[in-house]
T-cell receptor
Framework: DAMVIQNPRYQVTQFGKPVTLSCSQT?????MYWYQQKSSQAPKLLFH???????NEADTPDNFQSRRPNTSFCFLDIRSPGLGDAAMYLCATSRGGGADTQYFGPGTRLTVL | GENVEQHPSTLSVQEGDSAVIKCTYSDSASNYFPWYKQELGKGPQLIID?????GEKKDQRIAVTLNKTAKHFSLHITETQPEDSAVYFC????????????FGKGTKLSVKP
């Protein structure tokens, strides 16, 4: 029944070691989003894909990149994780943009040692 | 850009009492207002949303009111139960924009048995 799936749920990496987080969806939604959520804060949008069109938020660091090889999958790549990148990373999907509901996955908790 | 203020940051109520969380937004062009519930270690879950063409929406114990003139909207939970304990986020969005769901900073609700 899971609609937005994130793997792994917990990821530990070392300072500077590239890491990839995965998101998949069974909803066949056009839009996929990546959010960063730090402790006791609101989710912060990093970027999103509308179909194959990539939309980066202006303040998203270059260290963060994304790939969407097909409708179902989207990846978040962190090229050189720093201690400040430790956070919960949330994937979300929506049918379209606009007022369509965004459905969130369970998140991946990233720890940087 | 849009800014969403949310109050209070923490709220403690007795089981059975009502809880009210309030949000204000700055951009009069925003016209979609979802509320999310986030339990510890999980992704946000949509609990109710409202669009600017209505002033109130209700779903069992949960209701949302919207005052477009004053640019504020509120979440009302009646007959609270311990399982309502979570962090609640309000958000605002312009339906013509794709990605930008602007969140409030969240309210930690504790329902005491």
């Amino acid at each position: 029944d899971a609609m937005v799936i994130q793997n792994p749920r917990y990821q530990v990496t070392q300072f500077g070691k590239p890491v990839t987080l995965s998101c998949s969806q069974t909803l066949n939604h056009n839009v996929m989003y990546w959010y960063q959520q730090k402790s006791s804060q609101a989710p912060k949008l990093l970027f999103h894909y509308y179909d194959k069109d990539f939309n980066n938020e202006a303040d998203t660091p270059d260290n963060f990149q994304s790939r969407r090889p097909n409708t179902s999958f989207c990846f978040l790549d962190i090229r050189s994780p720093g201690l400040g990148d430790a956070a919960m990373y949330l994937c979300a999907t929506s049918r379209g943009g606009g007022a369509d509901t965004q459905y969130f996955g369970p998140g991946t908790r990233l720890t940087v040692l | 850009g849009e800014n969403v203020e949310q109050h209070p940051s923490t709220l403690s109520v007795q089981e059975g009492d009502s809880a009210v969380i309030k949000c204000t937004y700055s951009d009069s062009a925003s016209n979609y207002f979802p509320w999310y519930k986030q339990e510890l270690g999980k992704g946000p879950q949509l609990i109710i949303d409202i669009r600017s063409n209505v002033g109130e929406k209700k779903d069992q114990r949960i209701a949302v009111t919207l005052n477009k003139t004053a640019k504020h909207f509120s979440l009302h939970i009646t007959e609270t139960q311990p399982e309502d304990s979570a962090v609640y986020f309000c958000a605002a969005k312009k339906t013509r924009s794709q990605g930008n769901l602007i969140f409030g900073k969240g309210t930690k609700l504790s329902v005491k048995p």
